[in-house]
């Protein structure tokens, strides 16, 4: 069964530090592999898909197979990006597989 | 583009009360889900539609839990009767035929005591 995972509940940076939430994933397939962010009272909503390679904010993330690894990145991290993230999976026919989230506070 | 409307955006009921909630996707979207969100963990697929069918429900409770989407566009999703444990956020998303990506309502968030 697909599973991601988020081993960090709570990520804490200081403004301009680099920032990195990591997600693992297990699928012995091709997944799709997204980054969902939530900010305070905002609805869920996409930030980037590895598809499209694209830099999002200034996150990026890199799907790593070997590693099955996703990890979400920042160089230089902005109040503005406190939030909660979540990494999700997609798979064949299957709906979006959800990780518990970090929840990323940067401070000033 | 107007978003995914879900109402109510609260409840809070006694147990072993029903409640139900109601879900209008994206226009155009065929594809709606709802996801349960327990404080602390991430969204828990119920059921996914593909227009009116029933793709995947296979982690809804169906002893307590139901959902419809009759005309292929809104969709209720019921709760009857509640436990303590169904206390979370309901968020309903909705997607274009096969579509990645996947829009969500606000939610609605559940309290039952």
């Known amino acids: 069964a697909q599973r991601v995972t988020q081993p960090e509940k709570l990520l804490s940076v200081f403004k301009g530090a680099p920032v990195e939430l990591k997600c693992n994933y297990s699928?012995?397939?091709?997944?799709?592999l997204f980054w969902y962010v939530q900010y305070s009272r905002q609805r869920l909503q996409l930030l980037l898909r590895h598809i499209s390679r694209e830099s999002i904010k200034g996150f990026t993330a890199d799907l790593n197979k070997g590693e099955t690894s996703f990890h979400l990145k920042k160089p230089f991290a902005q109040e503005e990006d406190s939030a909660m993230y979540y990494c999700a999976l997609l798979s064949g026919n299957t709906p979006l597989v959800f990780g518990k989230g970090t929840r990323l506070s940067v401070i000033a | 583009e107007a978003g995914v409307a879900q109402s109510p955006r609260y409840k809070i009921i006694e147990k072993r009360q029903s409640v139900a909630f109601w879900c209008n996707p994206i226009s155009g979207h065929a594809t709606l889900y709802w996801y349960q969100q327990i404080l602390g963990q991430g969204p828990k697929l119920l059921i996914q539609?593909?227009?009116?069918?029933?793709?995947?429900d296979s982690q809804l409770p169906k002893d307590r839990f139901s959902a419809e989407r009759l005309k292929g566009v809104d969709s209720t999703l019921k709760i009857q009767p509640a436990k303590l444990e169904d206390s979370a956020v309901y968020l309903c998303?909705?997607?274009?035929?096969?579509?990645?990506?996947?829009?969500f309502g606000q939610g609605t968030r559940l309290t039952v005591v």
């Open positions: 699928y012995s397939g091709s997944p799709e």
């Open positions: 998303a909705s997607s274009l035929w096969r579509g990645p990506e996947a829009f």
């Open positions: 539609f593909q227009n009116n069918g029933v793709v995947d």
